[in-house]
Each structure stands twice: as structure tokens, then as C-alpha cells.
């Protein structure tokens, strides 16, 4: 039965000959390959050097860790977290508004498609191609800039609701929005 799932038996790795220098000479190594060699050799881009550093790094710092001001330590970086992080009721705040800012102009836009083929096919009016073209890059334009919109429009004061519209909290909050996008630029 062994001699008939042959087959299935790992190959062999081949001896493979290497010229010893580059220039025209018959001397050749013979390289031999162990299936133990294979499967110690470093997956990946890193090499194995690398990592036993970062592992040893990584020990060390939880050794470090492991120390008398250990709570002061966590104090620090719970403030730290928490001042640059958006509360949630201001998150939701500003996802609602986003969905009604940016799915109001969609809808409209999408309905005109089969509003013009109406047009076109049951009432057998002729509108020109650039009709339908500009109406949907406008509603479509919209609804990206109301992307923008709902995050500024909505009050990023956990306490304060804010207007319907959100009109006044959007003049309060363009300033700081372009602010910070040109910080994240002269980052880059």
C-alpha cells in the first residue's frame, strides 16, 4: 500500500549547485536544503533579529510598568484619551445630521432619474442630455457637501442641543473646522 501513495510522500529537497565565484572557473558548491532549514527560515519582510528586539522592547516595557506610580501613570493617560475624543452624544449628534444632510439631496437626486425617463418615454418629451447631467451633479454635489455640514452644523457641546438647522453652530464651528484640516496638512 506504500509503494501506491507514493505519491503523497513529501518530495525530497533537490541538492542545488552554486558557482563558487562569478567568474568562468569549474569549482561548484553543493548546497543541500533540510525540510528543518525551511521551516526556520523568517516569514514575512522582517527578519528575525528585528523581532527579537521588539520582543524584548515589549518585555521591558511591561516591566516597567509594574511600578509604584502605576496609578498616577493611568490618571494621566485617561485625561490625555479623553481630550482628544468626541463624546458620543455629540457623535450621534452629528451622524444624524449627516444622514439628513447628505440622504435628502441623494434621494432628490436619485428620484430625477426616473422622473426624465418619464418624461422622455411615456409623455414623449425630448430633454436634452445636459438637463438630467447638471441636476444630478447638483443634488449629488449636495449631498457631498452635506457631509461637511453635518459635522459643523451640529453642537459639539455635550450639554447644548443646538438649533434645527444648526446654522448659528455651524458659524461657530467652520473656523475651528478649517483649522484643524490645515494643522493635519502642515503635518504632512
Do not use: C
Amino acid at each position: 500500500m506504500g509503494s501506491v501513495l507514493h505519491f503523497l510522500l513529501p518530495a525530497p529537497f533537490p541538492r542545488l549547485k552554486f558557482p563558487s565565484s562569478f567568474s568562468s572557473s569549474s569549482h561548484t558548491k553543493t548546497l543541500i536544503l533540510s525540510p528543518t532549514a525551511a521551516r526556520k527560515t523568517p516569514r514575512g519582510f522582517g527578519s528575525t533579529i528585528s523581532s527579537q528586539k521588539s520582543k524584548n522592547r515589549k518585555q521591558k516595557k511591561r516591566l516597567d510598568l509594574i511600578d509604584d506610580d502605576e496609578e498616577d501613570d493611568e490618571d494621566e493617560d485617561e485625561r490625555d484619551d479623553d481630550a482628544g475624543t468626541i463624546p458620543e452624544v455629540v457623535t450621534n449628534r452629528m451622524m444624524q445630521r449627516m444622514g439628513l444632510s447628505v440622504g435628502i439631496p441623494l434621494g432628490i437626486g436619485l428620484l430625477f432619474f426616473p422622473f426624465f425617463y418619464y418624461l422622455k418615454v411615456a409623455v414623449k418629451l425630448d430633454v436634452p442630455n445636459w438637463i438630467p447631467l447638471l441636476v444630478s451633479f447638483f443634488f449629488f454635489g449636495a449631498s457631498l457637501l452635506g457631509v461637511s455640514y453635518g459635522i459643523v452644523s451640529a453642537s459639539w457641546d455635550p450639554l447644548r442641543e443646538g438649533s434645527v438647522l444648526g446654522w448659528n453652530e455651524a458659524r461657530r464651528n467652520w473656523p475651528v473646522f478649517w483649522q484643524s484640516l490645515r494643522r493635519g496638512e502642515d503635518k504632512k
